[in-house]
């Protein structure tokens, strides 16, 4: 069952749907209300389809007519279920897995559960995640995922059916040893990804990455400090969380998953923008006739809203034009007004996101009639022209919205046959400053120049401060921000500049009260070029290829660029062997990758900012590294001790350096107990790096093993040694498996008992131990049976 209610109250209305008048009480469908414009709507079956879209109520009286703000209907049919359908999958251990949940398309998001058929929730952690998507991703698999009953459950607000789908992962082990593996991206693909996102939203991004080990997932932003009071992390940090974004938090976010066999990154850029809102709305008033009506309405967005005005539900274009009547920067001026110019003013706000709307009541009052009052109001004479005041009762001055002409000394007379008394008080009325004038520029410089302002009228609260605010008019992007702040006693200042930049200034006075209105902007100024005053922070290697020698920083900002044709002069040696010369390359944005230089070599590089005037200042070098490889050989001398029936040590001979091709991380034994010809129980153990032998506890007695040794770097895990099969010694059998106690006759006992689950080697008989008795410390006898 649908329900559907649009509200408009007052007397006289209109609909407008889409633009065309629409009148609900001509569909029989609807039910309209008899003391407003409100309609419903409720439909138990049929298709509602034809009421989708957008919705002005027009409510009008005898002074005008007011505009709803627009009311949007969307409709869309119950989400249909799908088939029960129930997917195998057979993979090997160590691989990664994604069930696929493919829940019905909506406009409205489901609640997704991943449950087993006890309906407990699938349990999860940074190895098995459920992505924003509804589907169960397992970075790598292992044989405990094995099972047949992975559900999907999909619940909408609208229908309380669960559609689902049932998956398996079958483990099946097709090779002794699992290898590990680098990081990839499972979700997103591919390295960047973009996302338009509205100011007040929330916003998840995700990375979910498979490898083996499971990858750790790291998040930062490239273009500054990542705001630990605006994102939050979730999903074991596979979700970077913005709550309520906003403008500032534009930039480019980048997660990182890691682990010991390499890394991958993903790249997020993020635009908000912000549907329109009220920056100064406009008034409603009353007024006399004769006056001059100013209404002011202004709004901000991203992109930047365009401004209309009607005048009871009328465009003002569509309206006859007329002399008295202006619209200049948002603001609606009508002179002389009459009557008839009483009115309801719409001011409407609108760019590609949404639509705002305001209305604005104009009373135009004509004077009353003139009689004998025994309480009359009179207004001092101020620097304000007189205008007539109206009394509410006999003993009450009320001033609605009171402006800076309300300002002055008011006396109230009372007047009898006998004799008059009066009593006077002040109103001193504060408010924002008005913006500074005449704004000069004085003493340009090639790198500063004086401004210099006249204050404005700081309406009786002293300006506190100076806001200068400049705007480069070559950026694509035009937009004012702050340069610097002065005192409030100054009128004057000296401004540092940066090289080849246009400038144009602007002034705003700020009170206890609030900011002025920006001054006049100055005209633009333009700084000469010059070489650049620093280099790119952040110079670092972050080879991943073998071979590849991979030079990156953060890219400089453009106001440092200084001149034209700016680029990055790259500069790189070996550490040792190649003797002083610098190989240099010049690009405009980092990396740098330069190939077939070597496994794991040390180079100094360093990076210089350049344009067509010069060099920046000689930078600092870094030592970075080339890209690992895989180890090349496995340790030679493999041998065992054996110490105890159940402990064995392990020994190699140290690695040549040079086949590791990389930073040697430490030695991996690798080791399994062999039955009937078949190795099982795989296990390993890690070493550091100085090491070359290892102990190895908690083994079988009397036991097979084979075992065999491999060199890790930060690539990766090198060949393994040629297994080496070793039998562990006797130990002590445990306790036969169980006893049984027969006595036929009162004179004799007949024991069975079965053999020890762990004989531990091989049996060569039992002792039988008894006394008489309860336990106590007498002599106990003992039979030895074979």
């Not at 998956?167 to 591919?190: D, K």
């Not at 790259?570 to 405009?588: E, N, Q, T, Y």
């Not at 064995?648 to 990389?662: D, F, L, M, N, Y």
């Not at 079965?754 to 008795?773: A, C, D, E, H, V």
């Amino acid at each position: 069952m649908t329900y559907l209610f649009l509200i408009c109250f007052i007397g006289r209305f209109r609909w407008v749907k889409d633009g065309v008048e629409f009148d609900p009480s001509k569909d029989p469908e609807l039910s309209v209300s008899r003391d407003s414009g409100t309609f419903s709507l409720t439909a138990k079956d049929g298709p509602i389809h034809q009421y989708q879209g957008r919705y002005n109520c027009y409510a009008s009286n005898v002074l005008g007519t007011a505009v709803s703000n627009e009311a949007r209907i969307v409709t869309e049919n119950t989400p249909t279920l799908q088939k029960e359908k129930k997917v195998s999958k057979k993979v090997e251990e160590g691989e990664s897995v994604v069930l696929p949940c493919n829940p019905p398309n909506s406009t409205v998001a489901p609640v997704i559960h991943w449950m087993d058929k006890k309906l407990r929730h699938i349990q999860q952690n940074e190895r098995v995640i459920q992505g924003r998507d509804g589907n169960l991703y397992f970075s790598h698999v292992t044989e405990a995922d094995s099972r047949d009953d992975y559900t999907c459950n999909t619940q909408f607000p609208i229908q309380c059916e669960h559609p689902f789908t049932a998956a398996v992962i079958v483990y099946h082990a097709l090779s002794p040893l699992v290898r590990n593996r680098r990081p990839q991206m499972m979700r997103p693909t591919g390295p960047s990804s973009s996302y338009l996102v509205l100011s007040g939203q929330n916003l998840d991004l995700e990375c979910i990455a498979q490898g083996l080990p499971s990858p750790k997932i790291q998040w930062i932003r490239k273009d500054g400090v990542l705001s630990e009071s605006r994102t939050s992390k979730d999903s074991y940090d596979r979700v970077l969380r913005f709550k309520n974004i906003s403008v500032s938090d534009s930039g480019e976010y980048q997660c990182t998953a890691t682990n010991l066999q390499g890394i991958i990154t993903h790249t997020y850029s993020v635009t908000v923008e912000a549907a329109p809102y009220w920056t100064k709305e406009p008034k409603s008033q009353l007024y006399s006739p004769g006056e001059t009506v100013k209404l002011e309405c202004k709004a901000d967005g991203i992109p930047s809203p365009e401004v209309t005005w009607s005048i009871n539900g009328n465009l003002l274009t569509d309206i006859d034009p007329d002399p008295r009547r202006s619209v200049k920067h948002g603001v609606l001026t009508l002179k002389n007004v009459e009557l008839s110019d009483t009115a309801v003013y719409q001011c409407k706000a609108v760019n590609k996101h949404s639509s705002i709307l305001i209305n604005a009541y104009v009373y135009v009052i004509g004077k009353g009639i003139f009689q004998r009052l025994f309480f009359v109001v009179v207004l001092t004479k101020t620097k304000y022209k007189s205008r007539i005041l109206y009394m509410i009762d006999e003993s009450t001055l009320i001033i609605p919205d009171v402006k800076e002409e309300d300002e002055g000394t008011y006396t109230c007379e009372v007047i009898t046959t006998l004799d008059i008394a009066e009593a006077s008080g002040s109103i001193t009325v504060v408010d924002r400053p008005d913006p500074p004038t005449q704004i000069q520029m004085t003493e340009p410089k090639e790198r500063s120049v004086t401004l210099s302002w006249t204050p404005g009228d700081d309406h009786n609260s002293p300006v506190l401060e100076y806001l200068i605010e400049f705007e480069e008019t070559e950026y694509e992007r035009k937009e004012w921000e702050e340069l610097s702040r002065v005192s409030g006693n100054r009128q004057r200042t000296t401004l540092s500049l940066k090289p080849f930049l246009s400038y144009r200034f602007r002034v705003i006075a700020i009170n206890d009260i609030g900011k002025s209105d920006p001054s006049m902007y100055t005209d633009v100024i333009s700084t000469p070029a010059a070489p650049p005053d620093s280099n790119p922070e952040g110079v670092r290697s972050d080879s991943i290829d073998p071979g590849t020698l991979l030079i990156t920083w953060k890219e400089m900002d453009r106001r440092s660029f200084n001149g034209p044709g700016f680029e990055y002069k790259v500069m790189w040696r070996k550490v040792l062997g190649s003797g002083p010369s610098w190989h240099i390359k010049s690009i405009k944005s980092p990396p740098l990758i330069i190939t077939d230089v070597g496994n794991f070599s040390a180079f100094e590089i360093k990076v210089q900012a350049v344009n067509e005037m010069g060099e920046g200042p000689e930078p600092k070098s870094t030592i970075g590294y080339s890209g690992e490889d895989y180890p090349l050989e496995a340790p030679l001398n493999v041998g065992v001790d054996l110490i105890s029936s159940t402990a064995i040590k392990v020994v190699w001979a140290p690695i040549k350096r040079e086949t590791v091709r990389g930073r040697l991380q430490g030695y991996k034994v690798i080791y399994c107990h062999v039955r009937e010809g078949k190795p099982s129980n795989i296990s390993f153990v890690m070493t550091d790096s100085n090491e070359e032998m290892k102990v190895l506890g908690d083994l079988l007695p009397y036991s097979h093993y084979a075992l065999s040794v491999s060199v890790i770097n930060n690539k990766g895990e090198g060949p393994q040694s040629d297994p080496l099969t070793f039998h562990t010694p006797e130990g002590v059998p445990g306790p036969p498996s169980s006893l049984l106690l027969d006595s036929p006759s009162e004179t004799e006992m007949i024991l069975h008992w079965t053999p020890p689950s762990q004989p531990n080697g091989i049996l060569k008989g039992y002792i039988l131990r008894y006394q008489q008795g309860a336990l106590t410390d007498s002599l106990i006898h003992f039979h030895q049976a074979y």
